[in-house]
């Protein structure tokens, strides 16, 4: 029997969140750094924060939307502003729980 697939390594972002680490956003660390998206340029949509909800998150925090990624939008005014909130309870692309074989099962 294989072991089951690893998780991706920290810092890769969550591909089916669409933030994935393809080049197309540039990460803003939020809470961790005070990096927000009301203090960049225009255009908006290379950026995403994460974690982008206020909560602890410890010194090895993985960077993987389970502190919540948030998109970076454009305002009406030309100004950036965070978009919706994602919030990964788990970690990224972590294999499904397997259940165990009942005693005496073949």
């Known amino acids: 029997?294989?072991?089951?697939?690893?998780?991706?390594?920290?810092?890769?972002?969550?591909?089916?969140?669409?933030?994935?680490?393809?080049?197309?956003?540039?990460?803003?660390?939020?809470?961790?750094?005070?990096?927000?998206?009301?203090?960049?340029?225009p255009p908006c949509e290379r950026y995403y924060v994460d974690p982008a909800r206020a909560r602890d998150t410890s010194d090895d925090y993985a960077y993987d939307c389970s502190g919540g990624c948030a998109p970076c939008v454009a305002t009406p005014r030309g100004t950036c502003t965070a978009g919706e909130v994602a919030l990964r309870e788990a970690a990224c692309d972590a294999p499904p729980p397997t259940a165990a074989p009942l005693p005496g099962a073949r």
Do not use: K, T
């Open 1 to 41: 029997l294989s072991p089951p697939p690893s998780s991706p390594p920290p810092s890769a972002p969550c591909a089916d969140l669409g933030f994935a680490d393809d080049g197309q956003r540039v990460r803003l660390r939020g809470h961790r750094a005070n990096e927000w998206c009301y203090q960049m340029e």
